[in-house]
């Protein structure tokens, strides 16, 4: 069954087309505030951008997944691991600022692991919002496992592990100064055109649900399998978390810059640090583990990174976009990082030219 995904700006739709319905009637002399405040959303220097001349499209694109998850611990001890790789193809239909889809995981056509994800990124002129739910499969690998110096676990690289379990969801809502000027929806949802280059300082929030656990018995045989014996001693204690589920609010700041190096031709780059607090709560299997220990509310430092290149001359376009988020969370005794992102490449037509107004 392909994965359905819902791809895009549907917060967008409902803002342009309520602020087009309102440019619409300029005539009425007195507009309501809510009218003017919709229309103010998609408020652009034309000069800078140049907005979109077509109310349907077409587009196939490419989705590449991309996850790790890092464990480590006070003594140093750390374990990589990564999905297998997952590559996704469908097409994808239009209208205005919307796009709706499915892919199609080319990489497990009949394999029945119980993979979930679903990435909503909506874009207007002032605001943006990522929306994402992620729920692992069975198809992990050991990416790098250190365990001491003196231990050799070159024999663990990229064996199957099927006992990590994780799921994320959570969203990202921010707010672009310089919205006249700088265009978002031009890097990432081709729905305007940047014509010359600019930037803008970005503020947002954000809330993430995390979840991860381990089967550290399963663990435990596989490193005595692959090892030669060894195994059941050389894992310490505080690495033997069962489960961790945390909740991180976040608040980011950073800045994003649209590059026209030549004409149709944009290179975008966003990045953004968040603080985030984070509340946990985890269970262990390890008798001698201090549960207090490992509940707490801190602060970490998280990250967003956006990036794009388009071309696209209002009638075709065509492109590559990449959005990565990473989230840490440490203690003295054990951390976890988290990186996920999606590597998109699309090609598609615009059509049904609009009536000028």
């Known amino acids: 069954m392909p994965n359905l995904r819902v791809l895009r ?5 409902m803002i342009a087309s309520l602020a087009m319905t309102t440019q619409a009637n300029d005539s009425v002399p007195h507009r309501s505030f809510l009218s003017r405040l919709i229309a103010s959303f998609s408020d652009v220097d034309t000069s800078y951008i140049e907005p ?19 464990l480590s611990n006070k003594q140093g001890q750390s374990i990589l691991f990564s999905p297998e790789w997952s590559m996704k193809v ?10 709706l889809g499915y892919t199609l995981d080319v990489n497990h056509i009949s394999n029945s692991k119980k993979k979930k994800e679903i990435a909503l990124s909506l874009y207007s002129s002032r605001f943006g919002v990522d929306l994402f739910y992620r729920k692992s499969g069975n198809d992990y690998r050991i990416k790098s496992m250190y365990l ?8 663990l690289r990229n064996q199957s592990f099927g006992g990590l379990n994780s799921s994320i969801k959570g969203f990202n809502l921010y707010y672009i100064f310089n919205y006249r000027h700088f265009s978002y929806p031009a890097a990432f949802s081709q729905s305007t055109v940047q014509r010359h280059s600019s930037g803008s300082a970005l503020v947002g929030i954000g809330y993430t649900k995390h979840s991860l656990s381990v089967d550290w018995t399963q663990m435990e045989d596989l490193i005595k399998e692959k090892l030669s014996g060894e ?8 690495m033997k978390v069962g489960k961790v589920e945390y909740s991180d609010i976040s608040v980011s700041g950073g800045y994003a810059y649209n590059w026209v190096f030549a004409h149709n031709w944009l290179f975008a780059a966003s990045l953004s640090a968040a603080i985030g607090y984070k509340s946990s709560t985890s269970r262990t299997s390890h008798s001698r583990w201090n549960i207090k220990d490992f509940d707490f509310k801190n ?5 967003i990174g956006r990036f794009g290149v388009v071309w696209n001359n209002t009638k075709w376009f065509a492109g590559m976009s990449a959005i990565f988020h990473t989230y840490n969370y440490k203690k003295d005794q054990f951390s976890t990082n988290t990186t996920f992102g ?3 490449v699309y090609i598609g037509f615009n059509f049904g030219k609009r009536k000028k107004l």
């Not at 700006?9 to 739709?13: A, C, D, G, M, S």
């Not at 195994?231 to 505080?238: A, E, H, M, Q, Y």
């Open 231 to 238: 195994g059941k001693s050389v894992i310490d204690s505080s």
């Open 90 to 99: 469908g097409p994808y239909f239009g209208w205005r600022w919307v796009f």
């Open 342 to 344: 999606n590597v998109n």
């Open 52 to 70: 979109q001349h077509y109310n349907f499209a077409v587009m196939v694109q490419n989705t590449n997944n991309y996850e790790l998850y890092r």
């Open 9 to 13: 700006f549907i917060f967008t739709l």
């Open 148 to 155: 001491g110096k003196d231990i050799n676990t070159e024999p």
């Open 299 to 303: 602060f970490n430092l998280d990250g």
